[in-house]
């Protein structure tokens, strides 16, 4: 990163931090969900899996951070865990839980999809080559957790609708 400006390399090293908070945030998430989704196995199974993912995207942001001399933010970290439990807390009462926590989970898809462009652009600029693989795997991985969820929308309100005239426990 030699020709990288600090400007650019404090706003990457910035960001990669914030990725690893959201990243704990996420997994802090889909834990407090995954309890809950008895009558959602297959949409339990898949969290499992970005669970994983995103303990693994976090790791890889470790690395590149190692890698640019410095670790990531404790503080940020343990708020991010501290809000993403709060979220997951605010659908918990809702009848319509499983609806709310996948329109959510959702967007929050696709806030780290831009945050992991907006990475791998400042890793370009900073000339941080090494970062490209590691950036793009987890932008993949996102991507795919937001396809996964888009694609059973429909058949998740199906199934909540369905449960509900019934007079099942909807929610969860």
């Given at each position: 990163?030699?020709?990288?400006?600090?400007?650019?390399?404090?706003?990457?090293?910035?960001?990669?931090?914030?990725?690893?908070?959201?990243?704990?945030?996420?997994?802090?998430l889909?834990?407090?969900?995954?309890?809950?989704?008895?009558?959602?196995?297959?949409?339990?199974?898949?969290?499992?899996?970005?669970?994983?993912?995103?303990?693994?995207?976090?790791?890889?942001?470790?690395?590149?951070?190692?890698?640019?001399?410095?670790?990531?933010?404790?503080?940020?970290?343990?708020?991010?865990?501290?809000?993403?439990?709060?979220?997951?807390?605010?659908?918990?009462?809702?009848?319509?839980?499983?609806?709310?926590?996948?329109?959510?989970?959702?967007?929050?898809?696709?806030?780290?999809?831009?945050?992991?462009?907006?990475?791998?652009?400042?890793?370009?600029?900073?000339?941080?080559?090494?970062?490209?693989?590691?950036?793009?795997?987890?932008?993949?991985?996102?991507?795919?957790?937001?396809?996964?969820?888009?694609?059973?929308?429909?058949?998740?309100?199906?199934?909540f609708?369905?449960?509900?005239?019934?007079?099942q426990?909807?929610?969860?």
């Open positions: 990163m030699s020709g990288a400006t600090d400007t650019a390399r404090e706003i990457y090293t910035t960001g990669l931090r914030n990725q690893h908070a959201v990243e704990n945030q996420a997994i802090e889909l834990e407090r969900q995954v309890g809950r989704l008895e009558h959602y196995p297959e949409m339990a199974e898949r969290m499992r899996q970005h669970i994983e993912e995103s303990r693994e995207q976090a790791r890889r942001i470790e690395e590149l951070l190692a890698g640019l001399g410095t670790s990531h933010s404790a503080v940020k970290d343990t708020v991010m865990s501290f809000v993403g439990n709060m979220a997951a807390m605010m659908h918990t009462p809702a009848g319509d839980e499983v609806i709310k926590n996948t329109l959510a989970n959702f967007a929050f898809e696709h806030y780290e999809i831009a945050a992991y462009k907006s990475l791998l652009t400042l890793a370009d600029a900073t000339g941080h080559s090494a970062a490209q693989s590691a950036l793009k795997q987890s932008l993949s991985e996102e991507e795919a957790m937001a396809r996964w969820i888009d694609e059973r929308i429909a058949d998740t309100t199906r199934k609708l369905s449960r509900s005239e019934a007079g426990t909807a929610g969860v």
